[in-house]
């Protein structure tokens, strides 16, 4: 995991957080006073990510070194910062920037921590005869639409869906990058292994979405990369059921996990390598409903909760 080397004097409750020089890709969080000395370390090593540059010196620094690179500026002078942007983008490095006094927590463990949706889209919908569920309608559009919508509100930076259908791949269209399984008749661990695999290498975590979740909502998605990326957090972080221990999806996962999601085979999921390593997982409440749809039953309990003004057939 890339670890978030803070080289001035700031308390960050950030996951990964180190005051020593870290072996491995990492990011640097440092104060504007201090940039030079951030900027001579990103030259020396290759393995730095981003810079992280809390108040923002008077003097324009040389910042070639970033070309390539992200670098993620605060400052409460608006003047300043969009200067100092425009300097950085000149040296061609991935800029972004929030004007503030003081550092904003969730923002910086946002742009230090990229996180990417997994939404697994390519079950055989076995209990649900003669139909693809994750088109049948809720809120007015496929389902499978309001997965990818609280993916992305919620703060993912990238959005995968496995699928397996051509039903399934027209109805996301441009909404979210597509991934073929055509292993997907073997069962969950291909679906989960083929999203894995196409996440981009910046990304620090997958979030992993069932595509038959329509009631996840983005509170939900947001609260989960919160509580991931706090300092002292475990690999996993999923929902909790209410009872001690249970969880339920969407599930976060640690790319230090992914080797052992890697190894899995049949129907298995993040779930036999979790459930049997309890002390790899935090849990957050739920912040909405959990019910996935496998049913006919299921969808007409759904569609009682939140009825349409025009019900469609199923699809």
């Given at each position: 995991?890339?670890?978030?080397?803070?080289?001035?004097?700031?308390?960050?409750?950030?996951?990964?957080?180190?005051?020593?020089?870290?072996?491995?890709p990492?990011?640097?969080?440092?104060?504007?006073?201090?940039?030079?000395?951030?900027?001579?370390?990103?030259?020396?090593?290759?393995d730095?990510?981003?810079?992280?540059?809390?108040?923002?010196?008077?003097?324009?620094?040389?910042?070639?070194?970033?070309?390539?690179?992200?670098?993620?500026?605060?400052?409460?002078?608006?003047s300043?910062?969009?200067?100092?942007a425009?300097?950085a983008?000149?040296?061609?490095?991935?800029?972004?920037?929030?004007?503030?006094?003081t550092?904003?927590?969730?923002r910086?463990?946002?742009a230090?921590?990229?996180?990417?949706a997994?939404?697994?889209?390519?079950?055989?919908?076995?209990?649900?005869?003669?139909?693809?569920?994750?088109?049948?309608?809720?809120?007015?559009?496929?389902?499978?639409?309001?997965?990818?919508?609280?993916?992305?509100?919620?703060?993912?930076h990238?959005?995968?869906?496995?699928?397996?259908?051509?039903?399934?791949?027209?109805?996301?269209?441009?909404?979210?990058?597509?991934?073929?399984?055509?292993?997907?008749?073997?069962?969950?661990?291909?679906?989960?292994?083929?999203?894995?695999?196409?996440?981009?290498?910046?990304?620090?975590?997958?979030?992993?979405?069932?595509g038959?979740?329509?009631?996840?909502?983005?509170?939900?998605?947001?609260?989960?990369?919160?509580?991931?990326?706090?300092?002292?957090?475990?690999?996993?972080?999923?929902?909790?059921?209410?009872?001690?221990?249970?969880?339920?999806?969407?599930?976060?996962?640690?790319?230090?996990?992914?080797?052992?999601?890697?190894?899995?085979?049949?129907?298995?999921?993040?779930?036999?390598?979790?459930?049997?390593?309890?002390?790899l997982?935090?849990?957050?409440?739920?912040?909405?409903?959990?019910?996935?749809?496998?049913?006919?039953?299921?969808?007409?309990?759904?569609?009682?909760?939140?009825?349409?003004?025009?019900p469609?057939?199923?699809?």
């Open positions: 995991m890339t670890a978030i080397f803070v080289m001035s004097d700031l308390e960050l409750p950030i996951r990964g957080r180190t005051y020593r020089e870290p072996e491995g990492h990011s640097v969080v440092v104060r504007g006073r201090d940039l030079d000395a951030a900027l001579q370390h990103a030259g020396a090593r290759d730095c990510r981003a810079v992280a540059v809390i108040g923002l010196p008077t003097q324009d620094p040389d910042l070639t070194v970033m070309k390539g690179r992200r670098l993620f500026l605060v400052d409460a002078d608006s300043r910062l969009r200067d100092f425009e300097i983008l000149r040296a061609d490095a991935d800029v972004e920037w929030i004007r503030a006094a550092p904003p927590f969730d910086l463990a946002d230090l921590l990229p996180v990417g997994v939404v697994l889209a390519a079950g055989s919908s076995t209990r649900m005869a003669g139909s693809e569920k994750l088109l049948l309608e809720f809120d007015g559009r496929p389902m499978i639409k309001s997965v990818i919508e609280a993916a992305s509100d919620g703060g993912c990238q959005i995968l869906v496995v699928y397996s259908s051509n039903e399934v791949m027209q109805a996301v269209g441009r909404d979210a990058e597509l991934v073929h399984n055509p292993q997907a008749h073997t069962g969950m661990a291909s679906s989960l292994q083929v999203g894995l695999r196409a996440l981009r290498s910046d990304m620090e975590a997958a979030l992993v979405m069932l038959d979740q329509p009631m996840v909502g983005s509170r939900t998605v947001a609260e989960l990369l919160r509580a991931w990326r706090r300092e002292g957090s475990r690999p996993a972080v999923a929902v909790s059921r209410g009872e001690a221990g249970k969880w339920a999806p969407p599930v976060v996962l640690a790319r230090e996990l992914w080797d052992e999601l890697m190894a899995l085979k049949g129907d298995a999921g993040a779930r036999q390598v979790l459930d049997h390593r309890p002390e997982v935090d849990t957050v409440p739920s912040l909405d409903r959990l019910d996935d749809i496998d049913t006919p039953e299921d969808y007409a309990k759904i569609v009682k909760l939140f009825p349409r003004p025009n469609t057939p199923r699809a």
